[in-house]
């Protein structure tokens, strides 16, 4: 029997409650209009159960038919096509933009934080340019976009966005602070770290050892050892025989030795000598 067109709508909305939907639809094998409300239900019903292909469908009937997707029914597709659709996930971003549609923050950070898994950095940074023009890029959408940029390995980009955030007049917490001193190191960033150890005082051993390491190469015996002693105030606790070995290594290389022999005897003091010792 034929559905009269203005039953389709609540025939959609019965099988949304009911949890038939999809099933509904693909009964009726394309053989009625699908009308806006319901493309919408179905293109959410997608998203809720991670089904691209359907959703795509779905896109490609409303498209056929001269259905135009509201809003709803973009950003639906929109989060459904960021976890695995590159190309089409920008796709649908730029249409959102031209169709005039407001992207609020919220579903902006959303879809930032997507990006980090399925490695879609341009989208992130597109969403990212969007808000800065509404001004409305917040300290948490700083913190997922650097999360992106982390997890692709763009550890310059993820630094830029310290400078970004000092202007806005915000401060980073404890958890960026480390995180940013970890991207800083992997990017050789030297200034920006040393900068960091300054304003927060902790971190991983390992950005430490690097700080000297790279102070030692760079000459600068000064900045080496007051590396080493910013380590021995602040987390005395992660002060071993490695971290002494290192900091006399930089001044040895430099022909400090005076400087190398004074660690020496204090390491010495400290730990009694070994095989792994300088």
Not at 81 to 110: H, P, T, W
Request: glycine content about 6%; charged content about 25%; aromatic content about 10%.
């Amino acid at each position: 029997h034929e559905i009269p067109p203005r039953a389709v709508p609540k025939l959609f909305a019965a099988a949304a409650k009911a949890g038939t939907i999809k099933e509904t639809y693909t009964s009726l094998g394309g053989q009625i209009h699908v009308p806006e409300d319901a493309v919408t239900a179905l293109l959410e019903f997608a998203f809720q159960t991670d089904d691209f292909k359907f959703a795509r469908d779905v896109e490609q009937v409303a498209v056929d038919q001269g259905t135009a997707l509201n809003q709803e029914a973009l950003e639906a597709i929109l989060k459904l096509s960021v976890k695995v659709d590159n190309a089409k996930s920008i796709e649908f971003f730029q249409r959102m933009q031209s169709a005039g549609f407001m992207l609020c923050e919220g579903l902006c950070r959303y879809l930032i934080a997507r990006c980090a898994d399925s490695q879609n950095v341009q989208l992130a940074e597109s969403i990212a340019e969007y808000l800065r023009g509404r001004q409305e890029m917040t300290f948490p959408c700083y913190k997922t976009l650097m999360k992106v940029y982390a997890y692709n390995g763009c550890y310059n980009k993820a630094c830029d966005l310290y400078n970004e955030i000092k202007k806005h007049g915000w401060e980073p917490d404890a958890v960026m602070y480390g995180s940013l001193m970890k991207f800083a190191v992997k990017a050789g960033r030297t200034d920006l770290a040393h900068e960091l150890t300054e304003k927060f005082q902790g971190g991983d051993i390992r950005n430490y050892m690097w700080l000297i390491r790279s102070a030692g190469q760079d000459g600068d015996v000064e900045r080496a050892v007051d590396t080493f002693r910013r380590l021995q105030r602040t987390q005395p606790e992660l002060v071993d025989v490695m971290a002494y070995n290192v900091t006399i290594d930089a001044c040895a290389s430099n022909k400090e030795m005076a400087l190398a022999k004074q660690l020496l005897e204090e390491m010495r003091q400290v730990y009694p000598m070994n095989l792994v010792t300088y």
